[in-house]
């Protein structure tokens, strides 16, 4: 299989204020794309930070996923553990994805109920994929 099996899409540009824009730093004015291992790590970030069933008037019923339901819920282990679980499943209904075989969600004792989320992906094309990013669920 193909790095084309990854995709390409509009590169987004994710902001520190926690807003998400398309690239538009392009010599030609456009905006940019991203592909293969880069697009799966694009779409996964995303895939993370949208609320399951936000894009169900879309006919997205099932894209997203339940991290939204442990804001200002205590980071304790049993939560932890629980916000891993929901990453996991997030992560295994994007097709591109075959298997995550390491994830690790740990609480950021710097900045009171953020997360840091890092997993290692195996791609239905058999490349490795990283990836990592902060959730705020304070």
Do not use: C
């Not at 995303?46 to 980071?75: D, F, N």
């Not at 195996?122 to 669920?137: H, M, N, P, S, W």
């Amino acid at each position: 299989m193909t790095a084309d099996a990854l995709k390409t899409d509009l590169r987004l540009a994710f902001k520190d204020t926690g807003e998400v824009d398309l690239d538009w730093s392009t010599d030609a004015g456009g905006a940019k794309t991203v592909s293969g291992k880069d697009n799966l790590i694009q779409a996964l970030t995303l895939r993370l930070m949208i609320y399951r069933g936000h894009l169900e008037p879309l006919g997205h019923t099932r894209y997203g996923s339940k991290v939204a339901e442990l804001i200002g819920e205590p980071l304790d282990r049993q939560n932890l553990e629980l916000l891993r679980r929901y990453v996991r499943q997030a992560l295994k209904e994007d097709p591109r994805v075959e298997d995550v075989t390491e994830l690790t969600v740990t609480a950021r004792p710097d900045l009171p109920g953020a997360v840091d989320v890092r997993a290692h992906i195996l791609a239905v094309t058999g490349d490795a994929v990283e990836l990592g990013l902060a959730l705020d669920l304070g």
